[in-house]
């Protein structure tokens, strides 16, 4: 297992520390991210004999994305940086200035 695979185990402990009624979703793309809803939860055995186990979103496209990842979850990510709204600048005016 290499250091960035997470177990079920470590999972189990970072959802613990969640509300058990909040939806899980499924943070995709860190260069335009997106949030899937997670509908199925697959163990199964690839060709080296390791399990795994997979989180898998629906089949249903309409229900399956749920749009853009909120900007705050994506910089808590590190997937992008705090970004600050331009400063304004003042209207022009019939005539100028």
Known sequence: ???EEKTVGDLINLLSACGP???VC????PYFPMAHRLAQVLQSVDETGRTFVYLAEG???DAAQLGHLP???AIELTW????QAPQRRPRRRVGGN
Do not use: L, S
């Not at 992008?80 to 970004?83: R, S």
């Open 59 to 61: 089949r249903d496209p």
């Open 1 to 3: 297992m290499t250091p």
């Open 26 to 29: 499924q943070a995709v793309n």
């Open 80 to 83: 992008q940086g705090p970004v």
């Open 21 to 23: 009624n909040a939806p």
């Open 71 to 73: 900007p705050e979850a």
